[in-house]
């Protein structure tokens, strides 16, 4: 157990190290969703109307926009087990007396204290977008961030741990990343998409994670009528966070078999 | 015996990589291990290191079996590897931090080791500089030195100090010996430089993935079968005639030289020059080296292909930089 837990650490710890040091992805985590809220929220602010009593696109855009930041900074675990191989890193990873499943949960934990600092950073802009942030709020959204976090990086490596290449790897991000998150009701309520491609929604893990985040937020879906209908019932946060832990479990045990195979 | 392998056998599909080697180490031994490439060697170090699952027999290191006690081999041993492990994105201070938080090495004990091992590896005064701007040299004593980090009780060296200059070498051997004197350190280690095989207590020489010789250096040399005798005169065919009919001994002509292997060649020598009938131009006497217990054993030389495509590649360089010179 005691290599377990020493692996998770030691693993997260220098993760968050790489993160500190590399100003650039400290950069770039805070702008590109930044960049997305201006671009979208400028351009189609206008065309579209308030989404629900009191909720404009930009607001209702605001809390998906943090959920893929989430996503982007999670996969990043992915990519820094693809980078440790090519570089040879993960070799003295794998030599030490570590535990494989501290390695991957350290992994899995490094990028999700990642995702709540960007979370932090995205939630100083709330004023400008005219979304109260009450501490009960922030309270709320923490242990959500982190599941989803983890549940995704989950994913990330997993995928790695079947990469050899760095370009591999990016090349299968790139295609699974827009599929997430243009179906994840980041841009559009889900509810209120044709049949299809709500059905396409449904089955997409990071919808849950989105609705969770925007219900904290903007309110209960209950009322505001946006909310993810499933079976005839609207979501309810305590549900998603079930749905996305269960995944994330599921994922997670994958990558440390995926981890454990490659001995 | 602090590695003891007995019956290692890997198989890669249908290809037996290692068919059966046994051997043990005493604590404190330098163990040389050769052979050429594809012999068998990285795929036994890399069992004895936990990183792969032996086919058949059975191997422990420090009294721990490297199947089912992994974390206690891990721990007991100190890795350098041939291909960098290094995180370049951080410091070697922060490199060194990571390796001991990950064998759980206690604080106060960390700190004293880091400064003596970064003093020991010249590495002291860019401690803070990212591991990124070291050269390769730098680089290898940073992971020699991080190999060292949690006392290990077996260092793996997979050829340490290719690529380090001569000076930087001897640094790094005083203080294995030092190591070996204070801490009983054992030391399994790989080479292409014969001095550096030179060192060892006792050699193992593995090809086609088996065990083909082990023992001293010197005894590995006595196997060769004597020292060799080159002899320059002007009638080698009459001299090798009569070098056989004298004693008995098999000369080879071969450049116009007669030359033979004779056992005891310096007590051999005064005796045969003051009784040989024949007018002696020149007389070389040479003892066997590792290199030719490596290419009796294994029909190569002991500098293969692994060094000839690094040379080459410098000569390449070299050869370029060259060219650039004469068009600048």
């Not at chain 2, 002899?231 to 007669?258: F, N």
Request: net charge negative; aromatic share 8%; charged share 20%.
């Amino acid at each position: 157990m005691t290599e377990v837990w020493r692996g998770t650490w030691v693993v997260a710890y220098r993760e968050l190290l790489r993160f500190v040091n590399e100003r650039s992805r400290l950069f770039s985590s805070f702008f590109q969703p930044i960049v997305f809220l201006v671009i979208f929220g400028a351009g189609f602010g206008n065309v579209i109307g308030a989404l629900a009593p009191g909720v404009d696109f930009v607001k209702f855009m605001y809390p998906g926009i943090i959920a893929m930041g989430v996503l982007t900074s999670s996969l990043f675990a992915g990519v820094s087990v693809v980078w440790d191989r090519e570089f040879g890193f993960l070799r003295e990873v794998l030599v030490a007396p570590l535990a494989r499943t501290g390695i991957v949960l350290g992994k899995a934990i490094g990028a999700a204290v990642v995702a709540l600092l960007q979370v932090v950073l995205l939630l100083l802009i709330s004023p400008i977008i005219g979304v109260a942030i009450e501490p009960a709020t922030i309270a709320q959204l923490i242990p959500v961030v982190v599941i989803l976090s983890i549940s995704l990086s989950g994913l990330g490596i997993l995928i790695a741990s079947f990469m050899r290449s760095q370009q591999g790897f990016q090349l299968l991000i790139q295609v699974l990343i827009f599929p997430l998150i243009f179906l994840a009701g980041v841009f559009f309520p889900v509810s209120q998409a044709p049949d299809w491609l709500q059905v396409l929604s449904k089955v997409n893990p990071m919808t849950y994670g989105v609705d969770a985040i925007r219900q904290i937020m903007l309110g209960s879906a209950a009322t505001s009528g946006l909310g993810v209908e499933v079976f005839g019932q609207v979501m309810t946060v305590g549900q998603e966070v079930v749905i996305v832990a269960l995944l994330g479990a599921v994922l997670l045990s994958a990558a440390v078999w995926g981890f454990r195979r490659q001995e | 015996m602090i590695v003891e392998v007995d019956g290692l056998v890997r198989h890669f599909g249908q290809i037996e990589a290692v068919k059966g080697v046994s051997f043990g180490i005493e604590a404190g031994e330098i163990f040389g291990f050769l052979g050429p490439n594809g012999a068998g060697k990285t795929t036994t170090i890399n069992m004895l290191c936990t990183l792969l699952t032996p086919s058949a027999g059975r191997a422990s290191v420090n009294g721990f079996d490297v199947v089912h006690q992994r974390a206690e081999v891990r721990r007991s041993i100190g890795l350098v590897f041939q291909q960098p492990t290094l995180d370049e994105y951080l410091s070697a201070e922060q490199n060194l931090r990571f390796h001991a938080y990950a064998y759980g090495v206690p604080a106060d004990v960390r700190e004293r080791r880091m400064d003596e091992l970064l003093a020991m590896v010249d590495l002291a005064d860019r401690r803070k500089g990212s591991v990124r701007t070291y050269s390769g040299g730098m680089k290898r004593r940073l992971e020699i030195a991080r190999g060292l980090l949690h006392h290990p009780k077996v260092l793996f060296l997979d050829e340490p100090t290719l690529g380090l200059d001569p000076q930087t070498r001897r640094h790094i051997w005083d203080y294995l010996f030092a190591l070996r004197e204070r801490e009983g350190l054992t030391i399994f280690m790989t080479t292409h430089y014969m001095d550096e095989a030179e060192v060892c207590d006792r050699i193992g020489v593995i090809d086609h993935g088996s065990l083909v010789g082990l023992d001293t250096p010197a005894a590995l040399k006595r196997s060769v079968g004597g020292d060799v005798v080159t002899l320059a005169t002007d009638d080698p065919a009459a001299a090798a005639a009569e070098i056989r009919d004298r004693y008995s001994l098999e000369p080879e002509i071969r450049d116009s030289e007669v030359s033979f292997t004779v056992e005891g060649g310096d007590r051999f020598l005064p005796e045969f020059v003051r009784g040989f009938g024949r007018p002696i131009d020149a007389i070389g006497l040479r003892h066997p080296t590792l290199d030719d217990v490596f290419l009796h054993l294994t029909g190569r030389e002991i500098r293969d292909s692994e060094l000839d495509a690094q040379e080459q590649m410098l000569a390449g360089m070299r050869q370029w930089g060259g060219r650039g010179r004469t068009h600048g």
